[in-house]
């Protein structure tokens, strides 16, 4: 079953504009993150926020988290061409002992 | 560091072979797990291990079996494989320290 869901399904913009994409869930969770795959690669671990955090920084990514209303969202600022990947969240619940849960993810394309 | 490696990276097989595919890892994780991805599914859990000799059921186990017989390798067995079971199989691990996957570039496999 399907923990997280991504929210579009697609994003298409233009290099320099800012991407943003949601991710909602069922459960309660220990924690959230969000993975980059680049077509025909592996997953790379973007960033992660405890269930006790709010909103948390990396580079050109900022993560927010709203346990109350189960979503989190993941916002890339001054996006470029490179940054064009899927993007999944992925849940830590409770209780899972260490398994994370996938959504489907959100295929970003940045065009130049 | 290699990080996880997946072999082999591409095999194709007929409907009722068998084959293993093989994960290791040279971090030193405790946590190893095999996942399929299927178009329009994203990552469902197969397999998981909690540490050397041990390994639980994921998601969708049936068809596949695992040992953990050394801490740093996972394998994933297909006894008699079915078209149903062409996917593409990406293994990862984790630690205590950093609950962030570690992906490998992911098998891919078509039963014919």
């Known amino acids: 079953s399907q923990q997280g869901e991504e929210d579009p399904q697609a994003l298409s913009i233009q290099e320099g504009e800012n991407a943003t994409m949601n991710c909602s869930y069922k459960?309660?969770?220990?924690?959230l993150q969000w993975y980059r795959q680049n077509s025909g690669r592996g997953l790379v671990h973007l960033i992660l926020i405890r269930s006790n955090e709010r909103e948390k920084h990396s580079g050109r990514l900022r993560v927010t988290l709203d346990t109350s209303k189960k979503s989190s969202s993941l916002l890339i600022t001054a996006s470029r061409a490179a940054d064009t990947a899927s993007y999944f969240c992925?849940?830590?619940?409770?209780?899972?002992?260490?398994?994370?849960?996938f959504g489907k993810g959100t295929l970003l394309t940045v065009n130049p | 560091n290699a990080g996880v490696t997946q072999t082999p990276k591409f095999r194709v097989l007929k409907t009722g072979q068998s084959m293993t595919l093989l994960c290791a890892q040279d971090?030193?994780?405790?946590?190893m797990y095999w996942y399929r991805q299927d178009p329009g599914m994203g990552l469902r859990l197969i397999h998981y291990?909690?540490?050397?000799?041990?390994?639980a059921k994921g998601e969708v186990p049936d068809g596949y079996n695992v040992s953990r017989l050394k801490k740093q390798n996972f394998l994933l067995g297909l006894e008699s494989a079915a078209p149903s079971q062409t996917s593409v199989y990406f293994c990862a691990s984790s630690s205590d320290d950093n609950y962030g996957y570690t992906f490998g570039s992911g098998t891919r496999l078509t039963v014919v």
């Open positions: 291990s909690v540490g050397e000799g041990t390994t």
């Open positions: 992925a849940t830590d619940a409770s209780g899972s002992n260490y398994k994370l849960t």
């Open positions: 971090m030193n994780h405790e946590y």
């Open positions: 459960t309660s969770i220990n924690n």
